[in-house]
């Protein structure tokens, strides 16, 4: 049995064991957690200096502050109760303009908030001292890099006499695999001769010879076939290396937002809470959003399968504004699939009117289907038809879109099969259809068109064969004239360009590029349709009225002959066939005009005859 315990006996309680007595405090050597003995901070040596720094700052203040008072009272003998005092933000200085305190005030406030302020000045002091770094490092950087370009120009001027390789040289090269630091030096010298040919070339060589090598090089250099870099090399004579360069780079990710069902408002807050950095694309654009990075795949969020975006490259945004399509229009997209420009036209239309989405690829009009569907377009109608059959369709669109297909060598960066598959049977065909198509959209547009007439024609090639040949060859055989795109970036299209001399309004074209631009490169023309006449059309289908009348007439002829004749097994069939006969056998004959002159005649001589024969008829009636 023990003792019991008493319930009013309160037992002191028990303090820290014996092993967190010992223990003292850390203390971290050289950090504002030290103390010193009298328990005070012990400062670093840092500290101590933005210490002096401060006090001196605050006596300066003091200072000012006393002889600014006394000026005040010196000037209008006034008390500082009867001044007004200053808002505070007044001022973009607000310590300066703040209402005037006395220095003992001034220590007041100081004293009351001392932590506050220190800590305040400290991170300043910090952000300053982190911005000057910063500073000295880009500027460091930027003084390496004109170093860098100053001792490559001086490499290229000290060796003056820059000579071109061998024949023995290039064939050793050509067994190895590209070395690219001699491509890259040997590019650099050769550029530099052809920037002054004529005081900087090696004796007895030709220009065509530094051409030749230059081209060798930036194919090896950059894995093209020397077509396309001939051609690439007479379109950027000068920026060659920077096209080429952003070549090697994708494009940035941008997406539209759908307007049909949000706005790009609400969309970007939302994709950023998903993980998907977004920011507005540019000023040109308000629905463009470009995408920095994402921690999810773009085409498979929520808002990407309601429909709330399109995943599109900010150059395609470019021909749907130049169309500008407008509510209630007919449109016509002639080159639709996978319908991105389409579901943007639909858009801008606000779901009225008529969108005709027609893509001559079946497989590819599924992704129309489908993407139309997504986006919630119900104003399309889906044609599979080649576009150069849809005039005789259907041909009075308020404004037709033409994005034809193209060679894509603007779009490099995405499809590098480009550099060395194209050759120039591609580059030819490629424009001969585009011309067809061409004048196969201009006739699907009704020059009538009370609110449109328009016709937007794009590529997203940087070929002048592709681009303002094709628009020159429309303007020479239709009746349509160039328009300004209303983009207000973007450069000129060519009207002289080597051995071509385009109609001077060409320049009303525009082209981006990926180098300038940073956009995939993209040709725009708009053109505007002023008659729905083909010019010599008329003269032909005059001419095919003319025949088909005479045939009619000669064909009646024969037949009342037939009749008169008494041959009444004679039909319409072998008639026609007689009087082509006869027209074959005369064309082979007789020379053309002169088979015209003496079928005017023939026409002439036959109607006289049937107005005899009628009044004959007539008279035995
Ligand atoms: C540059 S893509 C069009 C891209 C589309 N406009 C877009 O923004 O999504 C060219 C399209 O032309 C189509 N095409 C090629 N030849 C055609 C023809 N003769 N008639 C109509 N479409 C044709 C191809 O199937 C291809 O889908």
């Known amino acids: 049995m023990g003792r019991k315990r008493d319930p009013l006996d309160e037992r002191p309680k028990s303090g820290p ?42 006596e300066t203040k003091q200072q000012a502050g006393q002889k600014r008072k006394a000026k005040a009272v010196k000037e209008d003998g006034q008390s500082s109760k009867n001044k007004k005092p200053k808002l ?30 220190e800590a305040e000045e400290e991170e300043e002091e910090e952000d300053m001292e982190i911005e000057k770094a910063s500073k000295a490092l880009i500027k460091e950087q930027e003084e390496n890099e004109n170093m860098a370009k100053a001792e490559l120009m001086l490499n290229i001027q000290s060796q ?47 220009r065509q010879e530094y051409n030749n090598q230059l081209i060798k090089d930036l194919c090896a250099r950059f894995t093209y076939n020397e077509y396309l870099m001939t051609k690439l090399l007479d379109l950027f004579p000068v920026e060659i290396m920077d096209f080429l360069e952003a070549n090697e780079y994708p494009r940035p990710v941008t997406i539209r937002t759908n307007t049909l ?30 995408v920095f990075d994402t921690k999810v795949p773009l085409g498979a969020t929520p808002e990407y399968l309601a429909g709330h975006y399109m995943l599109q490259g900010g150059a395609s945004f470019l021909p749907v504004m130049a169309l500008a399509p407008q509510e209630k229009e007919r449109v016509l997209d002639m080159c639709a699939a996978p319908g991105g420009k389409s579901s943007y036209i639909a858009a801008l239309m606000k779901n009225t009117g008529l969108l005709w989405s027609n893509d001559a690829n079946r497989e590819r009009c599924k992704a129309v289907v489908s993407n139309l569907h997504r986006l919630g377009v119900i104003n399309s109608v889906i044609t599979n038809y080649d576009g150069r059959a849809l005039p005789k369709v259907f041909h009075s669109f308020d404004r037709v879109l033409l994005d034809a297909p193209c060679s894509g060598t603007g779009v490099i960066s995405k499809d590098e099969a480009v550099k060395i598959s194209k050759d ?52 020479k055989k239709r009746n349509v004239k160039l328009v300004p795109c209303g983009l207000d970036f973007g450069k000129e299209g060519f009207v002289n360009f080597q051995q071509h001399r385009f109609h001077p309004s060409l320049k009303l074209t525009r082209r981006f590029y990926p180098h300038s631009h940073n956009l995939d490169g993209f040709f725009v023309a708009k ?95």
């Not at 069902?261 to 920011?279: A, F, H, S």
């Open 17 to 58: 064991g014996r092993k967190t007595k010992k223990q003292k405090p850390p203390t971290f050597a050289g950090t504002k957690f030290e103390e010193t003995e009298d328990g005070k901070k012990k400062l670093s040596h840092r500290q101590k200096d933005r210490l002096k720094k401060r006090l001196l700052k605050k």
């Open 88 to 117: 505070l933000f007044d001022s973009d200085d607000g310590e300066d303009d703040s209402p005037d305190l006395s220095s003992a005030e001034e220590e007041e406030v100081a004293e009351e908030e001392p932590g506050t302020d």
């Open 160 to 206: 003056e006499k820059f000579v071109l390789p061998s024949g023995q040289e290039i064939e050793k090269e050509a067994n190895l695999p590209p070395d690219l630091a001699i491509l890259d030096n040997r590019i650099a010298h050769i550029r530099h001769v052809l920037a002054d040919f004529n005081s900087r070339r090696e004796p007895g060589r030709s």
């Open 261 to 290: 069902k949000t706005r790009r408002r609400d969309l970007g807050p939302v994709l950023i809470d998903r993980g998907i950095n977004v920011e507005p694309m540019a000023r040109w654009s308000s629905v463009g959003l470009t």
């Open 424 to 475: 120039e049977k591609d580059i030819l065909r490629c424009s001969h259809l585009q011309k067809e198509l061409l004048l196969a959209a201009i006739d699907c547009c009704n020059a009538n068109s009370k609110t449109g007439g328009f016709v937007v024609y794009s590529t997203c090639s940087v070929l002048v064969e592709e681009n303002e040949w094709v628009i020159d060859f429309a303007l």
């Open 527 to 621: 053109l505007k349709k002023f008659s729905n006449k083909i010019p010599g059309a008329e003269s032909k289908e005059e001419k095919t009225k003319e025949t088909e009348e005479t045939e009619k007439q000669e064909n009646e002829s024969i037949k009342g002959d037939n009749a008169e004749a008494g041959d009444s097994k004679v039909d319409e069939k072998q008639v026609t066939q007689s009087a082509n006969r006869q027209t074959k056998f005369s064309n082979g004959q007789q020379k053309k005009s002169d088979f015209n002159g003496q079928r005017k005649k023939f026409v002439g001589q036959k109607k006289k005859f049937i107005g005899q024969k009628k009044k004959g008829k007539f008279h035995k009636k």
